[in-house]
C-alpha cells in the first residue's frame, strides 16, 4: 500500500512539473525581492564554521591553506597575556591538533618547505619579537626572539627563496611617548639574525606586512606619522640587504593605515588598510593600487557611516581581490566580520558581514584551492569563552546535479544565468549519486538554466541542475 501511494504521488509531481512553464532565468515580475547582477559574482556561500578556544579571550590573527588540504591559524589564547595559539585542522575544519608557545600573540603563520610552520608575533605587552618554527605536528624545534628594552613586535614573516626568514614589524625606542620605528629582520633557516633595518621618521613608524619581490628585495607597508600630526600610509621597497630603494606615503589630514600588502601580476602592488580621511564615515576600509615604483594607479574607499577597517587583502584567480576586515556601519552586531570582493579595478562586485550581537573581527581571508575563501578572525557572539578564534570557510566551485526540489525558499537572487537561494523548509532529491535530504536551514542552492519547474520569491517547485 505505501510503495503504490508513493508510486501515485511521484507520477502527480511529474505531471504537474510537465504542464509547468519551463524557465530559464527567473523575471522581475515574477520575484519581488530578485536583485538582477548579470556582471556580479555570487557571493558564495557559507559551507562551514568552526570556533576553537577556551573560557577566557581567544584570537585568531592569520590563516593557511596547507598541503594537506586542511588549514592551520595562529593567534593568542587567554588573552593579551596569554600564549601564542597554533591550531590545524582538515579541510572541512575539525581540529587536528592545536598548540601553545609561551606568552605572548602569534600575528602571522607561514607553512614552510619542510613542510613544518613559521610564526612571528610578540613576547608580551612590553616584550621582544618572537620567531618560532615548528614542524608539521606542531612541535617546536626553535624559538627566538628579537628586541631591546622597550617593547617590540613582529606583525608578518614570509620564508625567503634562500631558505630564510623575513619579518616585518615595529620597535620602540628611547625617546618620547608613543615613538616607534618600522623593523624589517632578516634571519637565516635556524633563525640567526643576518641583519635588520629600521625605518622612519623619529615619531610612529610601523611595518604591519612584508613580501619578497621578484629581484630578491623586499616591499613593506605600514604607517608613518612624519610631522607629528597625523598617520600616513607607509609603503617601503628595500634591496636584498634591506636598503632602502624607495618610499611612498598616502593619505589624507587624518589617520591613514596600510596593514597588508600583496604582489601583483602586473609588477605593482595592492595595499589594504582603513582612512579617517576619505570615504563615507569615521573610517573607511581603504584599498590602493600601485605601479612597481609605488605611484598610485587607483584608490578605493568602502564602508558606511560609522567605523571600518581592512586587515588583510588577497589576489584572487580571477584578477580581482578578496578583502577583508570588520565594520561598526553594517551587519547583526557591535562589530561585524567585513568581506568585499573587487574586480581588477577595485570595483566592488559583493560585499558580506558574518556575525551575531556582539563583537566579531575579520583578520585574514585566503583563497582556497577549491575557488572558495577561508576567513580568519575572532568571535565574542558564538563559542564556549569571552571570544574565540572563528573559522569561516565560504564554498568554491560548484557541482550541478539533477535533482528534484520542493518547498519554501527565501533571498532568491539571480545573476547571469544562474539563480540562487537560501531553503527554508526544502525537500530534495539528488541523483548519481542518490540523496534524499529535507533542509530546514539557510541552506545556499544555486541552479543553472537548464531547469523544468517554477520559481517564486518563496516557493520552488521542479527538476533542476542544482549545486547544494
Request: net charge negative; hydrophobic share 35%.
Amino acid at each position: 500500500m505505501k510503495n503504490k501511494l508513493l508510486g501515485i504521488f511521484v507520477c502527480m509531481l511529474l505531471i504537474i512539473t510537465v504542464v509547468l512553464p519551463v524557465s530559464g532565468t527567473v523575471k522581475n515580475s515574477q520575484i519581488k525581492d530578485m536583485i538582477n547582477r548579470d556582471n556580479v559574482l555570487f557571493q558564495p556561500p557559507e559551507t562551514w564554521n568552526k570556533t576553537f578556544g577556551g573560557a577566557s579571550m581567544d584570537s585568531g590573527y592569520f590563516v593557511q591553506q596547507t598541503f594537506d588540504g586542511g588549514y592551520v591559524v595562529v593567534g593568542t589564547t587567554n588573552g593579551p597575556l596569554g600564549d601564542v595559539y597554533l591550531v590545524k585542522t582538515d579541510a572541512n575544519g575539525n581540529k587536528q591538533w592545536d598548540n601553545t608557545y609561551g606568552i605572548g600573540s602569534g600575528y602571522c603563520v607561514q607553512q614552510t618547505s619542510d613542510g613544518g610552520y613559521i610564526i612571528t608575533g610578540d613576547t608580551g605587552m612590553v616584550g621582544d619579537v618572537k620567531l618560532i618554527k615548528t614542524d608539521g605536528g606542531g612541535n617546536e624545534q626553535w624559538n627566538t626572539t628579537f628586541g631591546a628594552s622597550k617593547s617590540d613586535i613582529g606583525y608578518s614573516v614570509q620564508q625567503t627563496t634562500d631558505g630564510g626568514y623575513v619579518i616585518a614589524g615595529a620597535s620602540a625606542y628611547v625617546g618620547p611617548p608613543g615613538t616607534w620605528d618600522a623593523w624589517l629582520i632578516k634571519t637565516d633557516s635556524s633563525g640567526t639574525k643576518q641583519w635588520d633595518n629600521k625605518f622612519g621618521t623619529i615619531y610612529e613608524d610601523y611595518f604591519y606586512s612584508v613580501k619578497q619581490t621578484s629581484d630578491s628585495g623586499y616591499i613593506c607597508v605600514g604607517a608613518t606619522n612624519p610631522t607629528n600630526t597625523n598617520l600616513d600610509v607607509y609603503l617601503v621597497k628595500t634591496d636584498s640587504s634591506g636598503n632602502t630603494a624607495w618610499t611612498m606615503s598616502y593619505g589624507g589630514p587624518n589617520d591613514d593605515y596600510g596593514w597588508s600588502i600583496q604582489l601583483t601580476s602586473d609588477g605593482g602592488y595592492i595595499v589594504s588598510g582603513w582612512t579617517e580621511s576619505f570615504g563615507a564615515g569615521n573610517s573607511d576600509a581603504y584599498l590602493i593600487k600601485t605601479d612597481s615604483a609605488g605611484s598610485v594607479v587607483w584608490t578605493k574607499t568602502f564602508g558606511g557611516a560609522n567605523f571600518d577597517y581592512l586587515r588583510d587583502v588577497q589576489a584572487t584567480t580571477d584578477g580581482g581581490f578578496i578583502i577583508i576586515g570588520s565594520t561598526t556601519s553594517f551587519g547583526a552586531g557591535q562589530s561585524d566580520i567585513y568581506l568585499i570582493k573587487t574586480d581588477s579595478s577595485g570595483t566592488k562586485q559583493w560585499e558580506k558581514t558574518y556575525g551575531g550581537a556582539q563583537n566579531d573581527y575579520g583578520w585574514c581571508a585566503q583563497e582556497t584551492s577549491d575557488g572558495g575563501l577561508i576567513i580568519a578572525g575572532e568571535t565574542s557572539s558564538y563559542g564556549t569563552g569571552l571570544s574565540d578564534v572563528w573559522l569561516i570557510k565560504l564554498r568554491g566551485t560548484l557541482t550541478f546535479k539533477f535533482t528534484f526540489l520542493i518547498g519554501k525558499i527565501t533571498n532568491v537572487v539571480t545573476v547571469g544565468s544562474n539563480t540562487e537561494f537560501d531553503a527554508v523548509n526544502l525537500f530534495c532529491i539528488q541523483f548519481s549519486p542518490f540523496k534524499f535530504v529535507n533542509y530546514n536551514s539557510d541552506e545556499t542552492v544555486t541552479i543553472s538554466n537548464k531547469i523544468l519547474g517554477i520559481i517564486t520569491s518563496n516557493f520552488v517547485f521542479g527538476f533542476f541542475n542544482a549545486a547544494i
